[in-house]
């Protein structure tokens, strides 16, 4: 059994390594559609990390067994057709939006992984950023001044 899913896997992390786990599991060969960074833009996502190492990395996962890009919205039922695939898979997040596919393989959708996401990660290493740390430093200088006149 051939397994399709899409994605654009920035910073890869446990929930991407889990679904593509799960479902490699469903089959015996798993191809992965990478969004290419011009994709993105469509998607209006921009990824840390360019294309070409985020498909370098999802093809180095023991679960994926061959890698192509994702150009547009369109390319699913034709790359479905073509690569011969049995089941087209995605997160719950995605749940219901591309049953339009169930008459040419079967379309599953998988739970999510909880607590983990490429937005929660960047959104995490904002706090590291030039200018929060500038705002921060500043705003210690402040309480200092304050405490200076308290003193
Ligand atoms: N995912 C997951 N658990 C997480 C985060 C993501 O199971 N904690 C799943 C998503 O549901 C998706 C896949 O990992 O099936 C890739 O997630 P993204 O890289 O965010 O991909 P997305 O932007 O949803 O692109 O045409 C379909 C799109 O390209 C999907």
Excluded at 65 to 74: K, L, N
Excluded at 95 to 103: Q, S
């Amino acid at each position: 059994m051939r397994v399709l899913t899409y994605g654009t896997f920035d910073l890869f992390h446990i929930g991407h390594l889990r679904l593509l786990e799960r479902l490699r599991a469903l089959g015996d060969h798993l191809t992965v559609a990478v969004s290419t960074d011009e994709f993105n833009a469509l998607k209006g996502k921009t990824s840390l990390v360019p294309y070409a190492d985020r498909a370098a990395l999802v093809a180095a996962c023991r679960w994926v067994d061959a890698v192509i890009p994702e150009d547009t919205w369109g390319q699913k039922r034709d790359d479905v057709v073509r690569l011969g695939i049995d089941v087209f898979g995605m997160g719950g997040d995605w749940e219901g939006h591309f049953d339009a596919l169930r008459d040419v393989c079967q379309v599953v959708y998988l739970p999510r992984t909880d607590g983990i996401s490429s937005t929660a990660i960047k959104d995490r290493l904002k706090v590291f950023d030039t200018e929060s740390l500038q705002s921060l430093k500043s705003a210690i200088e402040t309480a200092q001044q304050v405490l200076a006149r308290l003193a």
